[in-house]
């Protein structure tokens, strides 16, 4: 990844902060995107020189277009988004939740990652190359128990990387997604504290470290993942963790 520049959206904690970290060992320059101001500029920090934080909030186009401008003059292009912000709330049966906070849920799962890759697209189509990896889920595939807003926005997001895919492909553009399963993240806190459904009750030590996304969203940046463009890859499987040197 050395010479190379990656945006980060949901940096502050999690899969996004452990991605930060990976991506900038491995020689890449790290604009990190998050609401939590304070937090990314301690990981900024952490980071050094090749790392830039950029509060921002996903659900608004116009925060989003400056975080993707300021990445590009800073490090002189971008390379790489990772459309990794994502909110699960509102956990509850579709009858009973608020619809303010279901719509948010869309803002930021569904829109927010439109608002990256209409960002993006066009720099990295006018240099001829770039990748995009928008951080999916199997609820992008299947229903599940009082995820509804969770479940409609990562559908969405899903058909936004295959219809991305089949615009720009032929144009060098890289569009994949990454569903990595359950994570030892605070949204699995949240989700067990939720005591909704069968993902509530799984048990601790059965989630994966974030860590391992992040290993995999490195793999996902080389040709080695070309086969999967269009497409989610999922962490879940034996050989994808394999291919990334998991075990």
Known sequence: MVGKTVLITGASRGIGSAA?????ASGANVALVARSTDDIAEIAGEIGEKALAIPCDVSRHAEVETAVSATAKTFGGLDILINNAGAIDPIGHLADIDPEAWARTIDINLKGVMYGMRAAMPGMIAQ????????????????????TAYCSSKAGAYMLTRAADLEARDK????????????ATQMQRDIKASGVNRVSQLDWSVHIPPEWPAQALLW????DADAFLGQDVSLRDDDIRAKVGLV
């Open 220 to 223: 996902m940046c080389t040709p």
């Open 172 to 183: 060098g553009l890289r569009i994949l997604g990454l569903s990595p399963g359950t994570v």
């Open 20 to 24: 930060a970290r990976a991506f900038a």
């Open 128 to 147: 001829g190359h770039g990748t995009i990896i928008n951080i999916s889920s199997g609820a992008a595939h299947g229903p599940v128990e009082g995820w």
